[in-house]
C-alpha cells in the first residue's frame, strides 16, 4: 500500500512539474497582463487553510468552438458584413483551488489573446482569528472605508469581544510616460492602515473604527506632480446599537475626517494642531468634517416601522471610499405589516435637501414616497399593486431663484399585476397581466410642458404547457403610449413562441417565435415590422453541442404619403454554431487518495 502511495504521489509531482515546465516557457509578457487583450485577474486564495488540502491538486479543462453567420439586407449591408466567422479557444488550468484561465479569440481577421493577471489573496483561519495576506477586504465602518487593500491584516471575532487591523496599498500608482500621447491618467500610490475593536451582542454593540491613509509623492515622476495633489487624510468612526425593549431599538453610526487635498501645502500652526502633529498635518488644504446617521426600529405585532435621519456635511472625505455624496441631509420613514395573513404591506416616505450650512445660491430639496400591496386570493390567484413618487423642489438662499428657471418637478407612477395559474392533469395555464401609468410634469408656473411625459403600458400573456406532449405555447401582447410636448409614440407588439425537447436525454431542442410591432410616431412616421426566428439544438455525447438559428424580418414603411412596397426592407440571418469541451487531465482528492483521471 504505501508502494502504490508513493507511485500516485510520484505522479501527482510529475504532472505539477510538468504544468510548471509549460508555464516557465510562455513568454514573460503573459504573466505581466501586457497583450493584446486586457488580461483576466486570477486571485490565488482561500477562506481556510484546510481548503487548499480539500482541493483538487490538478484539473485542467477547455473547449474549442466556431460561430459562423450569414446576414442580408435587401438595402445593402453597409454596417454590417454579410459573413462573419470566428473561432476562439480557451483552457483552464485549476491548482490545488486556484484558477488560471487563458483564452484565444480569432474573428474576420482578427485575433486577441486573453491571459491570467497574477494576484496573491490568502484568508487562513483558526478558530476565532483570520488573517489576510495580499488583495483583501475587510470589514470596517460604512462612512469610511469600503476598499480593498493589498497587505496585511489580522482579525479577531469572539461571541462579544472583536478586534482587528490591517497594513497595506489601497490603489496602485499609475505613472505612465508624459510625452506619450495615449498616457493614462497618473495617480499616486495610496497607502493606509486601520484599527477596529468592537464588544456586544448583535442588539446591543459598540465598535470604534480607525483609519489613516496617504499618497505617497514618490510614487508619480516629477513631471506629472504638478498636474495632481497628493492627498492625506485620518479619519475615526463609532457603530452602535441599544435595544431598549424587544420592540424597540436604535442604530447609530457616526464619522469624523480630517482631509488635506494638497500635502504639499503649507501647515497650519495652532494650539490644537500643533499638539496632534505627530499624527496628522493640519495644512493650509485641510478640513474637518462629520457623516453620521441614526435610526429606531419598532416592531409590534406584525407592524415593522423604521425612522431614520442622515446627515454628512460639505466636502466630507475619506480615502477609504470609492465615492462620497454629501452636502445633504434627510429623514424618512418605512413600515411593513401582514393583514389577514394574506395581504403584505409596505410603504416609505424620505425627504432630502442640500445646502445644509446655508452657503449655496439655492437649496434643492428632494421627496420620495410609495406604497405597495401584494396578496394572494388563493393558491391560483396573485395580485401585485403599488405607487411611487417623487417631487423636487428649489427656494432661495444666498440668492433668489429666478422663477422662469425655478426648479419645480413632480413624478407620479402606479402599477398593477395580477396573475391566475390554473394547473390540470394535461395542461398547465398561467395568464399575467401588468398595467403602468407614470406621469413626469414640470410644475414651473412659467414652463411650456416641453419636458412633461406621460406613459402608458399595458401588457397580457398567456403561456400553456401540454403535458404529454412535453410541449409549450406563449402568447403575449403589449402596449406603450407615451404623450410629450406636441408628439405622442404608441408601439405595439404581438409575439408567438413554442419549443420543446427531444430524444429520450432530452438532449435535442427547439423553438420558434413570431412577433408583429407597430410603432406610430404622430405627425411623423408609422412602420410595421414582422419577424420570425427559428433555433434548434442538439448536444453528444454531453461535449459537443450543436447549434443553429435563422431569423428574417420584415419592415414596411404604412405611411399614406409614401410608396409602400418601394420602403420595403427584408432582412435574413443565418447562425450555425459548434462547442467542444473537453478535460485534458483530472487528478482529483478523494478521502482515500488521489484518483486519476
Not at 21 to 48: F, H
Request: charged content about 15%; aromatic content about 12%.
Amino acid at each position: 500500500m504505501e508502494l502504490m502511495m508513493s507511485r500516485k504521489h510520484y505522479k501527482v509531482r510529475a504532472y505539477i512539474k510538468y504544468v510548471l515546465c509549460i508555464a516557465a516557457m510562455l513568454p514573460p509578457w503573459l504573466w505581466r497582463g501586457q497583450g493584446e487583450a486586457s488580461a483576466q485577474s486570477v486571485t490565488l486564495g482561500q477562506n481556510t487553510i484546510s481548503n487548499i488540502a480539500k482541493s483538487d491538486p490538478l484539473i485542467i479543462t477547455g473547449a474549442i468552438g466556431t460561430q459562423n453567420t450569414y446576414y442580408h439586407s435587401s438595402i445593402g449591408g453597409g454596417y454590417r458584413s454579410p459573413w462573419s466567422n470566428s473561432f476562439y479557444a480557451n483552457l483552464n488550468i485549476s491548482l490545488y483551488g486556484i484558477s488560471m484561465p487563458f483564452a484565444f479569440y480569432y474573428s474576420n481577421n482578427n485575433s486577441s489573446w486573453s491571459f491570467p493577471h497574477i494576484s496573491f489573496h490568502i484568508d487562513p483561519t483558526y478558530k476565532n482569528w483570520r488573517g489576510h495576506f495580499g488583495r483583501s477586504s475587510m470589514g470596517m465602518h460604512p462612512y469610511l472605508m469600503s476598499m480593498s487593500f493589498n497587505g496585511v491584516g489580522l482579525e479577531y471575532n469572539a461571541k462579544k469581544v472583536r478586534f482587528g487591523a490591517f497594513y497595506g496599498e489601497l490603489r496602485n500608482a499609475i505613472n505612465d510616460d508624459p510625452e506619450n500621447p495615449t498616457a493614462r491618467q497618473p495617480q499616486y500610490s495610496r497607502l493606509g492602515w486601520g484599527l477596529k475593536a468592537g464588544y456586544g451582542s448583535q442588539r446591543n454593540y459598540l465598535d470604534l473604527y480607525f483609519l489613516r491613509a496617504y499618497d505617497r509623492i514618490n510614487s508619480v515622476d516629477v513631471r506629472w506632480r504638478d498636474k495632481i495633489n497628493p492627498q492625506d487624510n485620518i479619519a475615526v468612526a463609532v457603530k452602535g446599537g441599544l435595544g431598549i425593549t424587544r420592540w424597540l431599538s436604535l442604530r447609530g453610526n457616526l464619522a469624523w475626517s480630517a482631509f488635506t487635498s494638497d500635502k504639499r501645502a503649507g501647515r497650519l500652526h495652532t494650539d490644537l494642531t500643533d499638539r496632534w502633529d505627530k499624527v496628522f498635518d493640519a495644512r493650509y488644504t485641510s478640513l474637518m468634517r462629520i457623516a453620521g446617521d441614526i435610526s429606531a426600529t419598532l416592531n409590534l405585532k406584525g407592524l415593522s416601522t423604521t425612522l431614520f435621519y442622515r446627515m454628512v456635511q460639505p466636502d466630507y472625505t475619506t480615502l477609504g471610499l470609492y465615492y462620497t455624496s454629501n452636502n445633504y441631509q434627510s429623514l424618512g420613514i418605512n413600515a411593513s405589516t401582514t393583514l389577514f395573513k394574506k395581504i403584505t404591506l409596505s410603504a416609505s416616505f424620505s425627504g432630502q435637501e442640500d445646502n445644509i450650512t446655508r452657503r449655496q445660491l439655492y437649496t434643492t430639496r428632494g421627496f420620495v414616497y410609495n406604497a405597495s400591496a401584494s396578496t394572494s386570493l388563493s393558491e391560483n390567484l396573485s395580485i401585485t399593486a403599488g405607487y411611487s413618487g417623487y417631487r423636487q423642489l428649489q427656494s432661495d438662499c444666498k440668492a433668489h431663484v429666478n422663477d422662469t428657471t425655478r426648479v419645480n418637478r413632480v413624478m407620479h407612477s402606479i402599477y398593477l399585476t395580477p396573475s391566475y395559474v390554473i394547473d390540470g392533469e394535461t395542461t398547465e395555464n398561467a395568464f399575467s397581466l401588468s398595467a403602468s401609468y407614470t406621469q413626469n410634469k414640470d410644475l414651473n408656473r412659467f414652463a411650456t410642458g416641453i419636458s412633461d411625459v406621460t406613459t402608458l403600458s399595458a401588457g397580457l400573456s398567456h403561456s400553456i404547457t401540454v403535458k404529454p406532449w412535453e410541449t409549450s405555447f406563449s402568447t403575449s401582447l403589449s402596449h406603450q403610449q407615451s404623450k410629450g410636448y406636441q408628439t405622442r409614440y404608441t408601439s405595439d407588439i404581438l409575439s408567438f413562441s413554442t419549443g420543446r425537447s427531444f430524444l429520450k436525454e432530452k438532449n435535442l431542442y427547439t423553438s420558434a417565435t413570431l412577433s408583429l410591432c407597430y410603432n406610430d410616431i404622430r405627425n411623423q412616421q408609422r412602420n410595421l415590422s414582422m419577424g420570425a426566428d427559428i433555433s434548434a439544438g442538439y448536444t453528444l455525447a454531453k461535449v459537443h453541442q450543436f447549434s443553429f438559428s435563422a431569423g428574417f424580418n420584415k419592415y414596411n414603411d404604412i405611411n399614406i404619403s409614401t410608396d409602400r412596397t418601394s420602403m420595403g426592407t427584408t432582412e435574413i440571418s443565418l447562425s450555425l454554431n459548434y462547442n467542444y469541451t473537453f478535460s485534458l487531465l483530472q487528478l482529483k482528492r478523494k478521502a482515500d487518495g488521489l484518483n486519476e483521471k
